[in-house]
């Protein structure tokens, strides 16, 4: 599956991806509010400016991924591996990022207002 497939699918109304191998894809400012990659393998993708809010990214593989810039905000993150990916200046606002990797991940400037870290208590 590329890029154009996806968006495509996403465009037509499909949300649920889930378990795809979208390794190194550029979904750089793609729309993909809501969408869910649960599980899926994200590693090195450019997801640059993307909006995310409100996506499912549990135990997704974003290892060494682009994420600066994107929205995030209310994303679920929840056991994602993010080690060694950049999320300068990403909008994490009330995303949850339980139990996530965030070895070497890059968040200067992120916007971690209302975000669950790795180690936090739920409540």
Not at 21 to 49: G, M, P, T, Y
Not at 86 to 95: I, M, W
């Amino acid at each position: 599956m590329d890029a154009q497939e996806i968006i495509s699918r996403y465009q037509a109304g499909e949300r649920d991806f889930r378990e795809v191998s979208l390794k190194k894809i550029n979904f750089c400012h793609a729309d993909l509010k809501e969408v869910n990659f649960s599980q899926a393998n994200l590693e090195q993708a450019d997801l640059s400016r993307a909006d995310l809010s409100g996506a499912n990214l549990s135990k997704a593989n974003l290892s060494g991924a682009i994420l600066a810039g994107a929205n995030l905000s209310g994303a679920n993150l929840t056991g994602a591996n993010l080690s060694w990916a950049d999320l300068y200046e990403a909008d994490l606002r009330q995303a949850d990022l339980s139990g996530a990797d965030l070895t070497m991940t890059i968040l200067i400037n992120a916007n971690l207002q209302g975000t669950i870290m790795p180690g936090d208590a739920k409540k």
